[in-house]
């Protein structure tokens, strides 16, 4: 296949497309990941990492993939309670296949895949006790759907001892997210999202009770230990080396980010979500049967899940969008055949995913 598509036509969900400054940044020569040289880079990229996830709390740089920090939020979370599962697609069911991996008695709350859960049902489940940590995916990838996560920290935060971990993949970087304000306990994202970065880091916060629970937490391996991580990160190191030329991308694209406004970012997206829906309710109106699979109010400004006419499979329609130069995203898994997804994220804008809207209708009309 391909792969010298004109910028602005890679709408994956993940990963994004790169920035050709972003992509070139990487050529620079190595430094040692002991030192000076180091310690300016890793600090100079604290003060953007902050701005992005609203924090006065020091952001953790794994050079590992989201899952990894997935991995950890769950090690350092639980100190012998339980944990509860919010799940409603493919990620949030990770994130509770990943729990029991680690050996934690995990309740799995399923809802039906592109639904959300209730803050006020959490408060009664949360309520019977012995829980340690709840797991939830704030947007998902698989389904579109949004999960309110600000009234559902809210919620959590009236439970003693109770950490809230959040996979925000596709949220952070693309929509609200008050990691300080919201009092979330460990919140994680990936770089190859609505950060349009590079696969290959991944980035989290993590709340002083969650370091305290990580403390007293038995059985939590060694690479995602959080109490050595945060105490390196205080000298601006890592305890072990870094992606070096990821680093010098994401000193790039944090400059672009801040130049452009975190909350400038997110209304972008949402900008970006609203041309999407219009799209949908336009092709409706006109006669073609596709729909929005997550419900009105919990649908994700980074990425849509969009249901397909009766008969027309999701292969063929990502197929014929790759012949007229577009790549979209395929349905998730058992929604292969009957949705497809358009990863409206990272540095995209209204221009070029406009014109991928007006392919894409020609393609379903
Ligand atoms: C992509 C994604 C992940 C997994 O990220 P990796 O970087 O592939 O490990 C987890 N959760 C959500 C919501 C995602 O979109």
């Not at 190595?30 to 990229?45: F, K, N, P, T, V």
């Not at 409603?88 to 991996?101: D, P, T």
């Not at 109490?227 to 010098?248: C, D, G, R």
């Amino acid at each position: 296949m391909p792969i010298d598509l004109p910028p602005g036509h890679f709408f994956l969900p993940g990963p994004t497309e790169v920035h050709r400054d972003v992509l070139s940044a990487q050529v620079r020569p190595m430094i040692g990941h002991r030192g000076r040289a180091i310690q300016d880079l890793l600090a100079s990229l604290q003060g953007g990492l902050k701005q992005v996830f609203i924090t006065e709390q020091p952001v953790i740089v794994s050079t590992s993939s989201a899952t990894g920090l997935m991995e950890a939020a769950v090690r350092n979370g639980v100190a012998g309670g339980r944990v509860l599962s919010l799940v409603n697609g493919a990620f949030s069911a990770r994130f509770s296949e990943i729990a029991m991996a680690c050996g934690h008695e995990t309740e799995v709350w399923a809802v039906d895949w592109g639904g959300f859960h209730d803050p006020a049902d959490l408060d009664e489940r949360l309520a019977r006790g012995g829980f340690d940590a709840v797991t939830i995916t704030h947007s998902e990838t698989s389904t579109g759907a949004l999960q309110d996560l600000a009234a559902i920290a809210e919620v959590v935060r009236r439970h003693e001892g109770v950490m809230l971990l959040v996979d925000s993949v596709t949220g952070v970087a693309g929509t609200e997210v008050r990691t300080d304000d919201w009092g979330l306990d460990f919140v994680l994202t990936g770089s190859q999202k609505a950060l349009a970065l590079p696969p290959g880091l991944s980035f989290a916060v993590a709340s002083s009770a969650m370091l305290d629970r990580s403390a007293q937490a038995t059985d939590k391996g060694y690479y995602f230990d959080l109490v050595p991580l945060v105490k390196a990160l205080e000298n601006f190191q890592t305890p072990s080396t870094p992606a070096i030329s990821l680093l010098y991308a994401l000193e790039k694209q944090l400059e672009r980010v801040l130049a452009e406004g975190i909350e400038q970012r997110w209304a972008r997206h949402a900008a970006m979500q609203t041309a999407t829906l219009d799209w949908v309710d336009d092709m409706r109106a006109s006669g073609v049967d596709v729909g929005v699979f997550a419900p009105p109010g919990h649908r994700s400004p980074t990425v849509t899940c969009i249901t397909l006419p009766e008969g027309v499979s999701g292969p063929s329609v990502v197929g014929a969008m790759r012949e007229r130069g577009w790549v979209i995203g395929g349905g998730y898994s058992r929604l292969k055949e009957t949705t497809v997804r358009i990863g409206h994220m990272g540095d995209h804008g209204l221009d070029n995913l406009g014109q991928l809207l007006d392919s894409l209708g020609e393609v379903l009309r």
